[in-house]
C-alpha cells in the first residue's frame, strides 16, 4: 500500500522525521529497564533540563490530552476552576478530561470574541465572583500557538503571568506546537516559559515530528509532587517507556524540533504569500505559526474539495491548512495554484485544464465527480 498525495488538513497526517526514527531505532537495538527507569528516559529528560536551562520535573505521556488534563488537575483541587479561551483544546477538543481528571476542576471559558487570553480578560473572570459558591480561580492555561495560530510574545506571556502571580494562579500552557511558538518568534524556549512565568508546560511532541508522545514540564518541582502516580492511575504510564521517550532524544539532540518547526511556519508563509490578494478569499487570522485559516464562498471550497483537497472547516470557522515537518513546498504551491484558480472561477482535473466534453464529445457541465 502507498501512501496518497500529501493533504494539509491536519499536522498530524504527518509521518515520523527521521532523527525521531533514528532514535527509536537505536533504542530497539537490545533490552531496557521498564516503566521509565531506562537510560533513554533519563537522557531525554536531561535533554530538556538542557534545552531549558533548568532542572525541571519531565514527564512523558502518550498523548495531548492527558499531557493537559493530568498537568491542570495537578494544579488544581476538585473545587478549583481554570481560565481557559473559548477556542482552548481544553474545552473544544477533549471531551470533559481536564474536568474528569481534576474530579470536577471547572473549566471558566473567556469570551468568544477573544482568540487569545489577556490580563485585563483574566483579572475579569478571576475577580468576577469571590463567594463560596463558586469554584475558586486557580489556573490559567493559555495555547502557545493559539489553536487559530496566534503567538503569545514574551510579553504577552509575562503580563499574564503576572497577574497570575498578584492574584494567586499558576499558569500553565498547552504547547502542543510549542516549538513552533518558539520559531516564529525566534527565541529560546527559556524565554518564552519558565523566565516568562510559566509554572507548567506541555510540549507537543507528535506535531512536532514524533510518532506520538507529549513532554509536561514541571519548571517548579514542588508541582510535580506525585504526578508519577497520576501519570499510571490515568494509563499513561508506558512499561516499555523509552520508546516514548527516546525520540525525544533525537528531536532535542539533533536540533529537529526547531527545524522541524521552522519548516511548517515557512511553509504556511509561503502558502499565504502565494494567494494574498485572490479576490474573494480571506485571512480569518494573521499567519504567525503553522496555520492559514481561509475563508471563501462555499462554491470555492467545494471546488477545492473536488480537487480532491482535504481541510476541515469546524476549527476558527473556515477551511485551516497545517503544515507539519514534512510539507512539501512543491504541494503547497499546488494548493495555491488551486485556490487562486477555484477562487477565479476555472474548473480543473489535477494539473490539466478540465475537458468539458465526455469521451463521447458531448458537453459536459464543470463538475469533475
Ligand atoms: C493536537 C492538540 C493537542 C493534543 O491532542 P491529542 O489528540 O490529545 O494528542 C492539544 N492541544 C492543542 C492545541 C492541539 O492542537
Redesign the pocket.
Known amino acids: 500500500m502507498t501512501n496518497s498525495a500529501q493533504q494539509f488538513a491536519s499536522d ?1 497526517y504527518a509521518g515520523i522525521c527521521p532523527e525521531a526514527w533514528a532514535e527509536m531505532e537505536r533504542a530497539n537495538g537490545g533490552s531496557s529497564i521498564a516503566y521509565g527507569d531506562d537510560e533513554w528516559t533519563q537522557r531525554a529528560a536531561d535533554a530538556f533540563r538542557q534545552l531549558f536551562e533548568k532542572d525541571c520535573e519531565v514527564f512523558f505521556v ?7 488534563s493530568l498537568a491542570l488537575s495537578s494544579l488544581c483541587q476538585s473545587y478549583h476552576s481554570v481560565i481557559c479561551a473559548s477556542s ?3 474545552e473544544t ?2 471531551c470533559g478530561a481536564p474536568e474528569f481528571f481534576s474530579n470536577g476542576s471547572k473549566l471558566l471559558v473567556g469570551p468568544a470574541t477573544a482568540p487569545k487570553l489577556t490580563p485585563a480578560i483574566i483579572r475579569a473572570m478571576a475577580t468576577s465572583r469571590s463567594d463560596i459558591h463558586f469554584p475558586k480561580p486557580r489556573v490559567v492555561t493559555i ?1 502557545q500557538p ?2 487559530t495560530g496566534l503567538v503569545y510574545s514574551i510579553e504577552e506571556v509575562r503580563a499574564i503571568a503576572a497577574v497570575c502571580r498578584e492574584l494567586g494562579l499558576k499558569l500553565h500552557v ?1 504547547g ?2 510549542f516549538a513552533h511558538a518558539c520559531a516564529a518568534l525566534g527565541c529560546s524556549p527559556a524565554e518564552l516559559s519558565w523566565k516568562a512565568g510559566v509554572d507548567v508546560l ?1 510540549f ?1 511532541g ?2 512536532n515530528g514524533m510518532a506520538v508522545g ?1 513532554a509536561v514540564i514541571f519548571f517548579e518541582r514542588a508541582l510535580a509532587e506525585d504526578f508519577d502516580y497520576r501519570c499510571k492511575q490515568a494509563g499513561q504510564l508506558a512499561s516499555k517507556m523509552r520508546f516514548l521517550s527516546a525520540p525525544w532524544i533525537g528531536m532535542l539532540e539533533s536540533g529537529a524540533w526547531l527545524r522541524n518547526a521552522r519548516h511548517g511556519n515557512a511553509c504556511a508563509a509561503r502558502l499565504a504569500a502565494a494567494i494574498a490578494g485572490v479576490p474573494g478569499v480571506e485571512f480569518l487570522f494573521p499567519v504567525e505559526a503553522n496555520s492559514v485559516f481561509l475563508s471563501a464562498p462555499e462554491s470555492v471550497l467545494d471546488e477545492l474539495r473536488r480537487r480532491g483537497w482535504r481541510f476541515y472547516t469546524f476549527i476558527g470557522g473556515g477551511a485551516r491548512f497545517m503544515f507539519a515537518w514534512d510539507a512539501d513546498p512543491a504541494r503547497v504551491d499546488e494548493l495555491a495554484a488551486d485556490i487562486r484558480s477555484a477562487a477565479a472561477g476555472i474548473p480543473r482535473v489535477g494539473n490539466r485544464q478540465l475537458e468539458l466534453t465526455d469521451d463521447d464529445g458531448k458537453p459536459r457541465g464543470p463538475s469533475i465527480d
Open positions: 498530524n502518550f498523548n495531548g490530552t492527558a499531557a493537559n482552548a483544546h481544553v477538543d477533549e495555547t493559539t489553536e498547552d502542543a506546537r506541555c507537543g507528535t506535531k507529549e
